[in-house]
């Protein structure tokens, strides 16, 4: 007698085998074959005789042991299929629900999240699916023991194998191993023989369904907890974290402020993106998300109007409308006579300069409301060379600051002139200067320039010393480098009057015999002039009375010695 491997089929005549001799499958409730009747009943309750004729057979050509060993080969091919076929849908399945369901977490990520604070999901929500899960796997577990207990047929024995997938499919994701748990527990059922067993299997697949039911209805029912961070995008780390519950509307949150800035709302992208609450903080839609994520605050950037202030400045741009945290519009410069343009600046003095001279933007606009910017100016230099007109010494030339006294100079000095300041123009014209070189006004032409001077020639009181002489003018004023006034000669008996001279002898003739000007005024002080004279001749005759020889005619000159004569003579 021998025994038939309940795995692989193969006829195994020795009887006293434990394992068989091809798979080496261990000998558990295999199916007996007896050579004969007698032996038949001495192992009666072992041998199924209603399924397995006693027959005479051998270990070479036995014909139905062949035909086993082929089905059972063949029953393992199908069964290995069918379990890849099974754990291949159980998979879509499984990937379906952790697509639509919000409790798609696996128990070691839950778990995590719970003792850290942070989870989604209340805490009976995790204990209720431990406990479905455990039911489910005790159910499965059970299942693949009836089939290989009570069928007498071990050949479905690997289908443990079963067991460890659904152990992990359950940590992993409990909704995929509940799914896998459900199909094996109906698909092992089919291959129990006993009637009344199959039945109850089905019985408890179908119980273990309502575990898989459970983890759905608690998926739709029991809300998780959402915790969203409100990212306010405000260039700090200003994150508020709130808890969402799926389905519900939105909490309540308070509008955010930010300078320069005016609330649109808050989004789930930090650009576009779909809105949750409106520029009033309303809810537009409840959240419908399905996982921890961060909604972001958007904002509109102000716009505030600057007013151009030009100091003086003409045309150039009046005003323009600047954008909170953007670069500065673009705008044009100002001009002014006798400066130059040095930008914008939020003070008349100093400040913060937005604008630079060629109005080109200096950063971004900062300041949150409408606001006057004030040109800057730098007064232009100019070289201004002094015309002395005749004048020597003093100050050549300066640098003027336009709009500002004009700067220290020394007067040139002309001799018989007054200096009466610098003008720009040589006769009239605007004077700058006055005698002393003070300031008469600030410069304000926006060029080089010449300055001239200007003069008042001088008079000087000329007195006449008449040297004996009588009547005439006694002084006049003379202009300097002027002819000599009129005046009138004087007289001197004896005496011929031949002009006013500098010196009482020789000198400098200013007037002649006649009074009239020999030559221009050319002493810078008072002075006195003095008469010229020539002593007047005269022919004297002699009247000799009588007498004879002497002299009878002689030239005398006023006032001097009479001249010689000779003596004449008269008898007796």
Request: glycine share 8%; aromatic share 14%; hydrophobic share 40%.
């Amino acid at each position: 007698m021998g025994w038939i491997c309940g795995y692989c089929g193969q006829f195994n005549e020795d009887e006293s085998r434990d394992t068989c001799e091809v798979c080496d499958h261990p000998r558990s409730n295999d199916r007996m074959v007896a050579r004969d009747d007698a032996h038949a009943e001495e192992h009666d309750g072992v041998i199924d005789t209603e399924s397995i004729p006693f027959i005479s057979i051998t270990e070479d050509d036995d014909p139905i042991s062949y035909d086993m060993r082929r089905r059972a080969k063949r029953a393992k091919t199908i069964n290995k299929l069918l379990a890849v076929f099974v754990i291949l849908v159980a998979f879509i399945f499984g990937q379906a629900i952790e697509y639509y369901s919000y409790i798609t977490r696996s128990y070691v990520y839950i778990l995590t999240e719970l003792l850290r604070g942070t989870s989604n999901y209340e805490f009976n929500t995790f204990v209720f699916l431990i406990i479905t899960s455990v039911i489910g796997g005790v159910s499965l577990f059970l299942h693949i023991y009836l089939v290989c207990k009570l069928s007498s047929n071990r050949k479905y024995v690997h289908l443990w194998l079963i067991a460890i997938v659904y152990a992990l499919q359950m940590i992993i994701n409990p909704a995929i191993g509940a799914i896998v748990e459900f199909c094996f527990s109906i698909f092992l059922s089919l291959f129990i023989n006993k009637r009344a067993l199959k039945v109850l299997a089905i019985i408890a697949s179908i119980i273990s369904a309502v575990g898989l039911t459970a983890i759905l209805i608690v998926a739709e029912i029991i809300p998780a907890v959402w915790i969203i961070k409100i990212d306010y995008q405000s260039g700090a780390d200003d994150v508020e974290e709130i808890r969402i519950i799926e389905g519900e509307a939105m909490p309540t949150i308070q509008v955010p402020e930010r300078v320069g800035y005016t609330f649109v709302g808050i989004y789930d992208e930090p650009e576009g993106g779909n809105q949750y609450y409106d520029e009033e903080m309303r809810t537009v839609k409840d959240w419908d998300g399905d996982e921890n994520t961060t909604l972001y605050v958007q904002w509109s950037a102000n716009t505030y109007t600057i007013t151009f202030d030009k100091r003086g400045g003409i045309l150039g741009t009046n005003r323009v409308e600047a954008i909170y945290d953007s670069m500065m519009p673009d705008a044009e410069p100002p001009v002014r006579t006798g400066y130059t343009f040095e930008g914008y600046y939020d003070s008349i003095y100093g400040g913060e300069q937005y604008y630079n001279a060629s109005m080109q933007g200096i950063g971004h606009w900062d300041i949150a409301e409408d606001i006057t910017l004030y040109a800057h100016w730098s007064a232009n230099t100019y070289s201004i060379t002094f015309d002395k007109q005749g004048g020597t010494g003093g100050t050549d030339s300066v640098l003027a600051t336009f709009d500002m006294a004009m700067p220290n100079a020394d007067a040139p000095l002309r001799d018989g002139y007054t200096f009466l300041g610098y003008f720009d123009d040589i006769n009239d014209g605007t004077q700058y200067y006055d005698s002393s070189m003070q300031s008469m006004i600030n410069w304000d032409q926006p060029s080089d320039t010449t300055l001239y001077a200007q003069w008042a020639v001088n008079s000087y009181i000329v007195t006449f010393d008449k040297q004996s002489g009588t009547g005439g003018t006694d002084s006049v004023v003379a202009t300097y480098d002027m002819e000599m006034p009129d005046a009138e000669a004087p007289v001197r008996t004896g005496y011929s009057f031949e002009g006013y001279f500098d010196s009482v002898v020789g000198g400098t003739r200013y007037y002649d015999s006649s009074m009239q000007s020999l030559v221009n005024w050319n002493k810078t002080a008072d002075s006195v002039l003095y008469a010229h004279w020539s002593a007047n001749t005269y022919s004297i005759t002699l009247d000799l009375q009588g007498g004879t020889g002497g002299t009878s005619r002689v030239t005398a000159t006023y006032g001097q010695r009479m001249p010689s004569a000779i003596m004449p003579e008269k008898a007796g």
